[in-house]
């Protein structure tokens, strides 16, 4: 099918099924997917200048090995952009976490984020949620991160056997205590071994889930770590 005629079908398609922004409700552009150029313009981009200037990357500072941590865009409660999380969470929207995990990499790519990474680790979701939602976000996004960058997803080395780690986990992780995991890891885990993993999730907060995946990754040798999420809700 020619590019042109391509075109006409999705001009045709929009004719009958308008596309609408996620965030603003207006109607997209036969370029645009998800959001207009308008919202896309205004997301609150989070810019962490350096490891030694990033408050993702201290929470894990003297506990393993990170390389590198950002996030896209600040979360606010309230605010209009959230509307992007809750269509990726709760809307069966998956398909803007694939367009936004390709805005996250496109940005990253010229700070040279990627490099050194050998594979995507999208945060997994238990059996029950993921059943629920009848899709992994984080999955979507690495999609995207992926389809950029060219790095391979790993999605079966590791399973997520509990829903959200205990109020103490944080305290434990200090003293490496390995019990309450909410991760474990599969007979597929080997072949991250001695890899840089780069793992991927919707929203940073306390950074509880993700010390607890790097906690049970930490078994392997020689792995690394970057840490990218689409939006950051910390302090
Ligand atoms: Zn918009």
């Given amino acids: 099918m020619s590019r042109s005629f391509s075109r006409y079908l999705k001009a045709c398609a929009d004719v009958f099924f308008p596309r609408l922004c996620v965030v603003c409700g207006t109607r997209l552009a036969l370029d645009e997917q998800q959001l207009c150029a308008a919202c896309l313009h205004q997301l609150p981009l989070v810019r962490f200048a350096s490891l030694t200037e990033n408050p993702m990357a201290d929470r894990f500072v003297g506990l393993f090995p990170l390389v590198r941590a950002s996030s896209c865009f600040h979360y606010q409660k309230g605010a209009t952009v959230n509307r992007i999380l809750f269509d990726l969470k ?4 998956p398909q803007v976490g694939y367009v936004l995990g390709r805005f996250m990499a496109r940005l990253l790519l010229r700070q040279d984020f990627f490099d050194t990474v050998d594979v995507i ?3 997994p979701l238990s ?8 899709y992994n976000q984080s999955e979507w996004l690495a999609r995207g991160v992926a389809d950029v960058t060219g ?7 590791v399973r997520r056997v509990r829903n959200n780690p205990s109020q103490t986990r944080l305290d434990r992780l200090g003293r490496m205590e390995n019990v309450d995991s909410v991760f474990a890891l599969t007979a597929r885990s080997g072949l991250l071994s001695g890899k840089h993993i780069l793992l991927v999730d919707d929203v940073f907060t306390t950074g509880a889930t ?4 790097c906690d049970t990754l930490y078994a392997l040798p020689g792995v690394r770590f970057s840490i990218l999420t689409l939006a950051w809700a910390g302090a």
């Avoid at 059996?127 to 009848?134: D, E, I, L, N, P």
């Avoid at 993700?210 to 995946?213: A, G, I, P, R, V």
Wanted: proline share 8%; glycine share 4%; charged share 25%.
């Fill in 121 to 123: 680790l999208p945060v």
């Fill in 127 to 134: 059996r029950t949620r993921r059943w629920q939602r009848g």
């Fill in 90 to 93: 709760y809307h069966d929207n």
């Fill in 151 to 157: 790095l391979p997803v790993c999605k079966d080395a």
């Fill in 210 to 213: 993700m010390l607890s995946l």
